[in-house]
């Protein structure tokens, strides 16, 4: 049998930029090259799709865009077959791919974006289509549909535009302090503030609305917060539970992707019948939310040890250091059989 070829698109306009090339970097070496040729598609931060033959050493260093033998290209929408358009001395070129593989964290990539571009030109996405990826990244509304799921989400106050003062006042009245600000759709915690005092709601909400243009109010979960990794389109995989240390604050982006004062614990410190209800919970928030091929689903666990959901993360970090690899280890699944898998599992959506 010949090689499919997947396409492995990275970087993006969103601020994870810098998180996508380390990715990326882990996927691409991890690859079964006996069994997949592998195109990279690097998009720049200002939005410049290019095809990347380059080193792939020069993808988390930030180099790979200037690289001369790089090609402009974009993803077409073919009368019959998936693939790419670039500009080769001037004129068009097709290259074929069989699947996309997107490693776009955040906004432009993770919202459903790139995935309906891929649907449009028929190949197969690796993770989650468009309307799973764009329910997942808006927290309001995926915190409603699981909510009638039967699980508990945290009290909130949305505001589908920048509320007046006294609107933000308000919220204090109705979800007490502390209570978080956050951006509607926004990744890695990126405008998101902890409020412990009314003085700081304005900038806070100020922050969030330079991310999107809505903001949520969430109302503060005494207790931690958990991790569940989940694979598969109809028969789902659950990896161990894992569980977030702080030792204050909230586990904003320094602190995932730097671990300053918090600790990540997998398996998580908590007894068997706990876990398994967690995982029980991730896969029920998995399949309301439309997710398919792989997410991250991250859930709290209050003071009572009730579960609380928080978010969904349908391209979590993908270093082989990541959460997200992390707890499927736990189970047996080492890093380069997750990349396979979860290239299987697109191929094998599309062609049901």
């Given at each position: 049998m010949s090689?499919?070829?997947v ?6 306009r ?10 990326a ?20 931060r200002?939005?410049?799709w290019?095809r990347?033959s380059?080193s ?12 001369p ?13 998936g693939?790419?358009i670039?500009l ?6 097709k290259i ?5 593989f997107?490693?776009?964290?955040g ?8 995935q309906?571009?891929?649907e449009l ?6 993770g989650?289509?468009?309307a799973?990826?764009?329910?997942c ?5 995926a ?9 508990r989400v ?10 007046s ?6 919220t ?15 990744g ?5 503030t ?9 900038d806070a ?5 330079t ?15 958990t ?24 586990f904003?982006?320094e602190?995932?992707y730097n671990?300053v ?16 209800k ?6 029920t ?26 978010e ?17 280890k736990?189970?047996?699944i ?15 959506y599309?062609e049901k």
């Amino acid at each position: 049998m010949s090689k499919k070829t997947v396409a492995i698109l990275f970087g993006g306009r969103s601020p994870e930029y810098d998180v996508s090339l380390m990715s990326a970097y882990s996927i691409i070496n991890a690859v079964n090259r006996d069994k997949y040729d592998i195109l990279l598609l690097g998009i720049t931060r200002e939005g410049e799709w290019f095809r990347y033959s380059g080193s792939v050493d020069d993808i988390p260093n930030d180099m790979w865009h200037t690289d001369p033998s790089r090609l402009s290209s974009m993803i077409i929408s073919p009368s019959k077959g998936g693939g790419l358009i670039e500009l080769i001395d001037g004129r068009a070129e097709k290259i074929h791919a069989d699947v996309v593989f997107p490693v776009l964290h955040g906004s432009y990539g993770e919202d459903g974006t790139v995935q309906g571009l891929c649907e449009l030109a028929g190949i197969p996405v690796v993770g989650s289509g468009s309307a799973a990826s764009a329910l997942c990244m808006d927290k309001d509304r995926a915190h409603k549909l699981v909510s009638l799921a039967g699980i508990r989400v945290p009290k909130s106050i949305c505001f589908e535009y920048a509320p007046s003062e006294e609107e933000i006042l308000s919220t204090i009245s109705q979800l007490g302090l502390p209570l978080f600000v956050k951006p509607v759709k926004a990744g890695s915690s990126f405008g998101v503030t902890r409020v412990d005092d009314s003085s700081q709601l304005m900038d806070a909400v100020k922050l969030a609305l330079t991310y999107d243009d809505a903001v949520l109010f969430e109302e503060n979960i005494d207790g931690f917060e958990t991790g569940c990794s989940v694979i598969g389109n109809l028969e789902l995989k659950t990896g161990r539970i894992d569980e977030i240390e702080l030792a204050g604050g909230f586990f904003d982006y320094e602190e995932k992707y730097n671990l300053v004062t918090s600790k990540i614990h997998m398996p998580a410190r908590i007894d068997e019948e706990t876990e398994k209800k967690l995982q029980e919970a991730a896969k029920t928030i998995y399949t309301t939310l439309g997710c398919r091929g792989y997410a991250r689903i991250d859930i709290f666990l209050d003071s009572k040890g009730e579960i609380v959901f928080n978010e969904t993360n349908t391209i979590p970090g993908f270093t082989s250091k990541s959460r997200f690899p992390n707890m499927l280890k736990g189970v047996g699944i080492e890093y380069p059989e997750l990349v396979d898998i979860l290239i299987e599992l697109a191929i094998e959506y599309l062609e049901k």
